[in-house]
């Protein structure tokens, strides 16, 4: 009899329980089961965005290597595509270097406010330091070529991404060249081939064949005797 009772006490007991807690059982039920099919549900659409982004990747960098970019529907198609990429993942790096080459394009066919526009959307929404160097640097060169020597050269001024140092001292040094300011692209240029790894011989050559052209170039504007 003592441990029919206990049965029932039991029974009594879970029956208090399931009425205080049940629906506190449920809810927790029912959240974490959601969690669980809405984060695979954010995870197939993460996944399906950057099939999507890739796809249009590799047509955009299939089209850019086939066609000639001096031809304005070519260059069209490449801004249509590199678009598509960053409107399906525009996190992605596929989006970065989408507007990476429709810069590129644009500048070929001297469409500077286009380039310009593809080279701020890769400093405003890349994450990638590398990236974001390259557009910085591609951007200073556009506003060089339109003649604004400040705006570039503010943008060569600060400490550039790992790896970048040569790179940045060779393009302040070509821009200074363009505003007539020889003395200084020397002194960058002599920079720059300071900071070029050993294993990057052509790019030393470049760069020792500027340095020594301006030498040649500073040499027969001084007055002689």
Do not use: C
Request: charge should be negative; glycine fraction near 6%.
């Amino acid at each position: 009899m003592s441990d029919h009772l206990t049965e029932e006490e039991q029974l009594e007991n879970l029956k208090r329980l399931w009425k205080e807690y049940g629906s506190t059982v449920i809810v927790s039920v029912v959240v974490a089961t959601g969690g669980y099919f809405g984060w695979n549900f954010w995870q197939d659409q993460q996944q399906a965005k950057a099939e999507a982004a890739s796809d249009f990747y590799e047509q955009l960098v299939t089209t850019a290597g086939e066609g000639n970019a001096t031809d304005e529907a070519h260059r069209a198609t490449i801004s249509h595509l590199a678009e598509q990429v960053k409107d399906t993942d525009k996190d992605s790096a596929y989006a970065a270097q989408a507007a990476l080459y429709a810069a590129q394009a644009a500048v070929t066919g001297e469409d500077f406010d286009t380039a310009k526009g593809q080279l701020n959307w890769v400093l405003d929404n890349s994450d990638s330091p590398a990236l974001q160097e390259i557009a910085r640097l591609r951007l200073a060169r556009v506003l060089a070529s339109e003649g604004s020597y400040d705006d570039a050269l503010s943008l060569v001024a600060n400490q550039p991404a790992t790896g970048f140092a040569a790179e940045q001292a060779e393009v302040r040094g070509d821009i200074l060249r363009q505003n007539g300011d020889n003395a200084a692209a020397l002194t960058a240029y002599q920079s720059a081939i300071e900071k070029v790894g050993t294993e990057q011989q052509q790019r030393r050559v470049v760069l020792q064949m500027k340095i020594d052209n301006l030498k040649l170039a500073n040499s027969a504007e001084e007055p002689s005797a």
